[in-house]
T-cell receptor, first 111, second 112 residues
């Protein structure tokens, strides 16, 4: 069974770059690693997905080392509206099609 | 509009009274899941379905049942709810297991 670990919370200021790391062992070998953002009283929303090395889209970058035992979500120049909970999502490494969410990191962005 | 809908959005019930939370998606997605979200525990998968008539247990299936008779619908059934099933429940769907998941608005359940 895959296990994931994320920091419970992080603080930042507007305009700073924020890096949130998720540790995940025993994930499915061929699965992508995905990150979601969640605001209060809403369902999670897709941010970015990658398999290895680095992926970048218009809102974030995702860094995945060769051993794929962790991944780092990078948010450039955060704003107040980026205050939310961020989750990593991985496939279970066993012979199942389960998905395992991280415990989530609450990012608080201050002016 | 492409969406996942859940009903009801809020529900208060008593221990042992069977209930069903409906989930429906209009995106022709094959993979559907139910999650529960509890403070400090994040989102935990209850059950998932790879396609019609194919369902399997997630991490926390005890006390829940599901069915997938049609591609678009994936109801969550609590045969005999207990207070420890008080939680926020999300349904999600995606083209496949690794594809982007689209979440419903959530159902907040209180079991007295």
């Amino acid at each position: 069974l895959a296990k994931t670990t994320q920091p419970i919370s992080m603080d930042s200021y507007e305009g700073q770059e924020v890096n949130i790391t998720c540790s995940h062992n025993n994930i499915a070998t061929n699965d992508y690693i995905t990150w979601y953002q969640q605001f209060p009283s809403q369902g999670p929303r897709f941010i970015i997905q990658g398999y290895k090395t680095k992926v970048t889209n218009e809102v974030a970058s995702l860094f995945i080392p060769a051993d794929r035992k962790s991944s780092t979500l990078s948010l450039p120049r955060v704003s107040l509206s980026d205050t939310a909970v961020y989750y990593c999502l991985v496939g279970d490494g066993g012979a199942t099609n389960k998905l395992i969410f991280g415990t989530g990191t609450l990012l608080a962005v201050q002016p | 509009e492409a969406q996942v809908t859940q009903n009801p959005r809020y529900l208060i019930t008593v221990t042992g009274k069977k209930l069903t939370v409906t989930c429906s998606q209009n995106m022709n997605h094959e993979y559907m899941s139910w999650y529960r979200q509890d403070p400090g525990l994040g989102l935990r998968q209850i059950y998932y379905s790879m396609n019609v008539e194919v369902t399997d247990k997630g991490d926390v299936p005890e006390g829940y049942k599901v069915s997938r008779k049609e591609k678009r619908n994936f109801p969550l059934i609590l045969e005999s709810p207990s207070p420890n099933q008080t939680s926020l429940y999300f349904c999600a769907s995606s083209l496949g297991r690794e594809e982007t998941q689209y979440f419903g608005p959530g159902t907040r359940l209180l079991v007295l």
